[in-house]
């Protein structure tokens, strides 16, 4: 059955205001059907065709999941213009069994709840996780995991990047920990009707609170994201002693409630809502919402989602997005990119951060007036 948080899109170009409110509310919207089957199969039998190692994500039978599906109609009209993809990541995840490991966290594999979901904001730096308890102070600990990166040691530099090609800052002053961008587009190629087939999940109603935790992070220095006011990068009570702190405590803690399970340590984690998808459904969210992929233990085959990262074409007219990178305002492998004068990208990145509805344009009218009962109801 559908919910206002769905939408069968196979013959459709809009959003109803219905469906409006609930991404308002939500942060997220399920499209049913959004991409065609002769699109998903033509994409299954290029991923079924690859050579081991091999890159496909710049692939047409890719990049069409989106540029010929009606996908883009359905975002142009709720977001407002942006480049059509050329590049999305490539989310294969195979079956396997709870591991032992150490995630991004800093904690075992097997011990972390919702089939480790390692709930995040996008846009950070992630360089591989010790896999040894680390010993030291923190200060030591922080200089060995930023210098374990790609390029080595550099110390702390905007010139740091992870393994996963983001800047440790986006910017040369190094007051923004986070690349940024405007949506995600998750569009799913086989069954994840089930929990634990490694499906996306998402944390409901997040979106506004990380929001108000940027706001207030600008309010109180001007830097955002990891390293500014209440996010520090590291966690070092997590077991290893270097798990990364993906997610703000003050965001976090607000999505804690008794039903919420535990790590060993005791820690609660917040409960995140699992997307369910079929093949040629497609989920569109906010940037800011809190989100993860998910192991995939009870699938029976590998999870095939395939990821866009969209930003509308207002913020940057000039730069073209790949659809693929979470740190636009940067270039491949963190390089830095020309801007003429005047056109100072972080700081439109941090107005963005803060003010999230300012680039979903065909949102305008129900933003406004959603906020006016939210303010109506408050008083």
Request: charged letters at 25%; proline letters at 6%.
């Amino acid at each position: 059955m559908s919910t206002n948080a769905e939408i069968v899109a196979d013959s459709t170009t809009t959003l109803t205001l219905d469906q409006k409110q609930s991404f308002y509310k939500d942060g997220y919207i399920i499209l049913r059907k959004a991409v065609s089957e002769k699109l998903v199969q033509t994409a299954l039998d290029r991923i079924h065709a690859a050579k081991r190692g091999e890159n496909i994500g710049g692939e047409r039978e890719m990049t069409d999941l989106i540029n010929a599906s009606s996908i883009t109609p359905i975002l142009t009209e709720a977001m407002g213009s942006f480049d059509p993809p050329s590049f999305c990541q490539v989310g294969v995840s195979k079956v396997r069994e709870p591991g032992d490991h150490f995630n991004n966290l800093g904690y075992r594999d097997k011990d972390m709840p919702y089939y480790n979901a390692e709930t995040h904001m996008d846009g950070s730096l992630t360089i591989a996780i010790p896999q040894e308890v680390q010993e030291g102070s923190e200060d030591e600990i922080y200089k060995r995991y930023i210098a374990s990166g790609p390029k080595g040691d550099l110390g702390r530099s905007p010139d740091v990047i992870g393994h996963n090609m983001g800047p440790l800052f986006d910017d040369p002053e190094m007051t923004l920990g986070l690349g940024s961008f405007t949506a995600f587009v998750f569009v799913c190629l086989n069954d994840q009707m089930a929990e634990g087939r490694g499906q996306t999940a998402l944390l409901r109603g997040a979106h506004h609170a990380a929001e108000k935790f940027f706001r207030w992070q600008y309010e109180t220095n001007g830097k955002l994201g990891p390293e500014g006011p209440g996010w520090p990068r590291l966690n070092h009570e997590a077991p290893n002693r270097c798990g990364l702190v993906y997610l703000p405590e003050a965001v976090r803690d607000q999505f804690i409630d008794e039903t919420s399970e535990s790590t060993p340590d005791g820690k609660k984690w917040p409960r995140p809502t699992q997307i369910l998808m079929d093949a040629g459904d497609a989920c569109i969210t906010m940037y800011h919402i809190p989100h993860s992929g998910t192991r995939n233990e009870l699938g029976t085959e590998s999870r095939k989602n395939m990821i866009f990262r969209i930003r509308n074409k207002k913020r940057q007219p000039d730069n073209v997005h790949n659809g693929i990178t979470d740190h636009p305002d940067r270039g491949t492998a963190g390089a830095w990119l020309e801007y003429e004068e005047g056109n100072n990208p972080w700081e439109r990145s941090k107005y963005a951060m803060c003010n999230m509805w300012d680039e979903w344009e065909g949102m305008r009218e129900v933003v406004a007036e959603e906020k006016l009962k939210e303010v109506s109801s408050a008083t």
